[in-house]
């Protein structure tokens, strides 16, 4: 399969085509709008490709910057899609518009080939609420005011490369991602999701870039209107078009051109660097405060990629953070083919690690995943019913913990087996304390494992006072802590989490279902009158496991599945069928090879 990918920026298009069968680049090319306008640019598109003889496209890949609240995985482009890309547009005016006349160019010239949109946007629908969520009126965030965050495919294909490149599972790692192009972001990545992202409702916040200005305070509308006479497009057409690097250096968005108008001792072009690199440190210090560390620091994007200078000073004095850059690694960084070269000294706790963005790439995988799934999605596979269980509040304890609560020597009492073998509730519970509030009985569950895990639901972590972490079974480094109180004694313990929804399934099952370990997939539970399509359930596999779903008590409650109160644990309830017999995306890819 060939397909044609379209990546419209703010300053560039760029457009490739791949081979997905050979997995190779057939031709790729780059054109700057600069004063033709991106019409013009894009209209080059078919005349490059007639010439260099690429007449054959299967299908079109087109980056769209926003996709909103509503796209969150690749997507077929139909009227609809085109309609509602539209009424996204004035939150992405640089970026939108341009996919939008991409996808009427692909209609025109190839009316056969199927047109699947991948938005920048979804890689950070995983943002939490708090990292998310805008303290402006409730109306506004109704009418869709939040963070989407922007550049999402670079983040992630970032995030692969650097696992790979480190040979650990994304899962592993803490990765603050820097995509330093025309238009720049920061992401926080933590153990394989988007946690958070400078840009925000639109690609205006955030960091310094080619013409926008990133964050400003947002008291200058109303001076700038009712003390320069500003209209509101005035205002923000300053803001997308004339800002930045280009207001800050007076000398246009190029940082090569900046760069050297500085070491020629130009006041403003060195200004324009400091406040650049500034801004980027400070993003690079809250994101290892918002993820609780940091593992890897990465560079991308034209900026990222070619600036040594400004990748030194964006690290100066990061080195509380553990973070010693090699200065002769950096300045003799060579990105040749898919190098992913390390820059920081030995004894650095941060790796820094640079590396080209592939977004094309990573575009054309996602459709040729997409056509895949589509192509087995018909009716007669789609797979049986599996059963659903709620787990109530639960704890599971290792041996000491076990002594420590309910006395020296005590092991715990079997009460009655669950449906997964080997696991079963104890007689004990014990209270969940936390600085707000206590949880009381709450079930211990047997055997004892290796370390504690405390399992509640997201409102129970507001009775407790703690936030907690969404987390697969087992995954329970850095958990907060709580103290546990059984009839022998308190325990200080950390382990706090909110279960991640998720299937058990016999690797029989997953080979029918067309799944792998730890993909996340989209489950219909038929409830009505709240039937409800659950996403990121994560797909478990083991030989031991009965296949079963698990949800909590408050997802339970939302699709109104009456689960007998609190106390009762894992009874099946109803059945849930998987929307489609191929994961929507894996928690922890790590390599592309
Ligand atoms: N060798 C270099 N040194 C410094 N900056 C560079 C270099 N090469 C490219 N850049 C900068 O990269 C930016 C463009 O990044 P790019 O990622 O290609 O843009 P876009 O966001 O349009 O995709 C420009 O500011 C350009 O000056
Ligand atoms: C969202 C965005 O700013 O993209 P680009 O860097 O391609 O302009
Ligand atoms: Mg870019």
């Not at 920026?9 to 790729?28: A, I, L, P």
């Not at 290892?288 to 990222?304: K, Q, S, W």
Request: glycine letters at 8%; one cysteine or more.
């Amino acid at each position: 399969m060939r397909i044609l990918v379209i990546n419209a920026g703010s300053s560039s298009v760029k457009f490739s085509v791949f081979d997905m069968d050979t997995q190779t680049t057939r031709f790729k090319h780059e054109i700057e709008i600069g004063t033709i306008g991106f019409k013009a640019t894009l209209a080059q598109i078919p005349v490059a490709l007639v010439e260099a003889g690429e007449t054959r496209i299967d299908a079109i890949g087109h980056r769209v910057a926003h996709g909103g609240e509503h796209f969150r995985d690749a997507t077929l482009v139909d009227d609809d899609v085109i309609a509602a890309i539209e009424v996204l547009a004035p939150l992405a005016p640089l970026h939108n518009p341009p996919a939008l006349y991409g996808i009427e160019t692909g209609r025109i010239y190839w009316p056969n080939a199927p047109q699947i949109a991948v938005f920048d946007t979804a890689f950070h629908a995983s943002i939490p609420a708090c990292a998310h969520t805008y303290a402006v009126p409730q109306a506004w965030r109704k009418a869709g005011l939040r963070r989407y965050g922007f550049h999402g495919t670079s983040h992630k294909y970032v995030m692969e490369r650097v696992a790979q490149e480190l040979k650990a599972s994304t899962r592993d790692l803490r990765i603050i991602s820097c995509h330093l192009g025309n238009g720049a972001s920061v992401c926080a990545i933590d153990r394989g999701v988007s946690v958070d992202t400078s840009m925000g409702v639109t690609a205006l916040e955030g960091l310094v870039m080619g013409s926008r200005s990133g964050d400003v305070d947002p008291g200058i509308f109303g001076y700038l209107q009712r003390s320069l006479a500003l209209s509101i497009d005035e205002i923000e057409n300053a803001l997308y078009h004339e800002s930045g690097l280009t207001a800050l250096s007076g000398l246009g968005n190029d940082m090569r051109r900046i760069e050297t108008a500085a070491a020629e001792a130009d006041p403003q072009a060195q200004l324009a660097l400091n406040v650049f690199a500034y801004r980027a440190r400070k993003y690079i210090g809250a994101y290892a405060a918002a993820m609780g560390g940091c593992d890897v620091l990465a560079f991308t994007g034209g900026i990222g990629e070619n600036s040594a200078s400004m990748r030194r000073r964006i690290c100066d004095r990061l080195e509380f953070l553990g973070l010693y850059l090699d200065e002769d690694r950096n300045s003799s960084v060579k990105l040749d083919g898919f190098a992913a070269p390390q820059i920081q000294q030995p004894h650095s706790r941060i790796r820094v690690i640079v590396t080209q963005t592939r977004e094309q790439w990573m575009i054309a995988k996602e459709v040729h995943r997409f056509l895949s799934v589509q192509a087995d999605k018909r009716p007669d596979q789609l797979p049986p019913a599996i059963p659903v269980a709620v787990s109530a509040h639960h704890v599971h304890l290792t041996q000491a913990s076990v002594e420590a609560l309910f006395g020296a020597g005590c092991q715990l009492t079997k009460q009655r087996d669950l449906s997964q073998a080997g696991a079963w509730t104890a007689v004990e519970t014990v209270n969940v304390i936390g600085p707000r509030g206590i949880i009381r009985s709450v079930r211990v569950l047997g055997p004892c494992r290796r370390s504690n895990q405390i399992e509640v639901s997201a409102t129970e972590t507001f009775t407790l006072g703690i936030e907690a972490p969404v987390r697969i079974s087992g995954d329970t480094a850095d958990t907060p802590t709580l103290t546990l109180e059984g009839p022998a004694g308190r325990l200080q313990t950390n382990g706090l989490i909110v279960a991640q929804r998720h299937i058990h399934m016999q690797p029989e099952d997953a080979k029918r279902f067309g799944l792998a370990d730890r993909d996340l997939v989209d489950v219909a539970i038929d409830s009505p009158p709240r039937t409800t399509v659950f996403r990121d359930v994560a797909v478990r596999i083991d030989p031991q496991f009965k296949l079963e779903m698990h949800i909590d008590t408050d997802e339970a409650n939302a699709a109104a599945i009456s689960h007998g109160g609190d106390g009762d644990l894992m009874l099946t309830l109803c059945h849930a069928r998987l929307t489609a017999c191929k994961p929507v995306r894996n928690i922890f890819i790590t390599t592309e090879s």
